[in-house]
């Protein structure tokens, strides 16, 4: 659908726009606007945004700015998920470079992670191999998370490997109503940049993911959150896993969810945010089939000379291109979200890789080819693959083209 009404908040840069919390919220109460959804970018996790809309009486889409601002924070989610008993990574409190870090780190032992407190997308994170490493990693993660986010507190997190990224998916409401529709394996990551997701997650025995969705309901309780949400674990090889962190807003793979649950998040963000109650329990949501997300990036800036779009049963292309669309530099790479689903893994595979082979965007480079290689390989046939997989492909590539 498109909207009634369109209000120029800016020019193409970000800060200067979608940045721009004064200019978005004056369009908003220019309109008489009741309320902003604020996507899953930008603002989304901006504690001050949510605070601005509530002192003008504009309803943010999302969690109250106190629930944004102690989850965004990932060493006081962490203290939470203690208190919670939650199973987190094993690491510390805040550190500085020095001796405070180094006695951290022989505590948890090496390989380790520098993560930064606030923020996401990679930023402010070191992976640290040796205690020779530590103060220089520490110091360049503190000056990265500070220029990103205006923060530079960072602490330090055990380094695990062979592990995969799986999130689950939470919807709750003002009276305390919590509901889990299911997981997703966010694995197949560029750079800690994820590009395809799947769900459910391909290895995870129903013990476990039972477990798992638990710990994700205790996690939202703890925090009295509302809204959507998604609750991030690293899941080990031996079936453990581990609080990382909470996205408080609604995730770009959120469709996938919606196909195997039949439940329209977006809806249900809506009205919750409007103070309707959940009108059905944990106990009424039944998980059915499989689907899968892959991500179309362009690869450069362009125009679409051409369009193609597959269709077919419970297959999409959420996007807003068209033909003529011109590709700026100014956004995010992200083109449009390729998604199928089916009764079962293999029909979602099946379908996603006809999908891909029928998609053509042309005058703009994009990454259609590198996902029907990943979704035609055997690792991601058997469901075999974790965190490390893909970008060690690429690197492989790298090398031989050396």
Known sequence: ALADERICIGPAAAAQSYLNMQNILSAALATHAEAIHPGYGFLSENSMFA????????????????VIDQMGNKDQ???LMIAADVPIIPGSGI????????IAGSKIGYPLLVKACAGGGGKGIRIVEREADLEKSVMAACEEAKKAFGCGDVFLEKYLTSVRHVEVQILADHVGNVVCLGERDCSLQIGRQKVIEETPCPVLEENIRRRL???????????????AGTVEFLLAPDGNFYF???????????????????IDLVKWQIRVASQIELPFKQEDIRLRGASIECRINATGSGKVSFLHIPGGNRVSFDTALTQDTVVTPFYDSLLGKLITAGNDREEAVRKMEASLCELVISGVATNIEQQLEIIRSPQFRTGQYDTAWLQTQAHKKKEARA
């Open 95 to 102: 550190v500085t470079a020095g001796a405070q870090a180094k």
């Open 51 to 66: 605070e601005l809309c509530a002192k003008n009486d504009v309803v943010f889409i999302g969690p109250e700015s106190a």
């Open 213 to 227: 969705h638990e710990a994700a309901r205790k996690a939202v309780k703890a925090a009295k959150y509302t809204n």
């Open 77 to 79: 989610a962490r203290r």
């Open 244 to 262: 990382i962190e909470m996205n408080t807003r609604l995730q770009v793979e959120h469709r996938i969810s919606e196909e195997v649950s039949a």
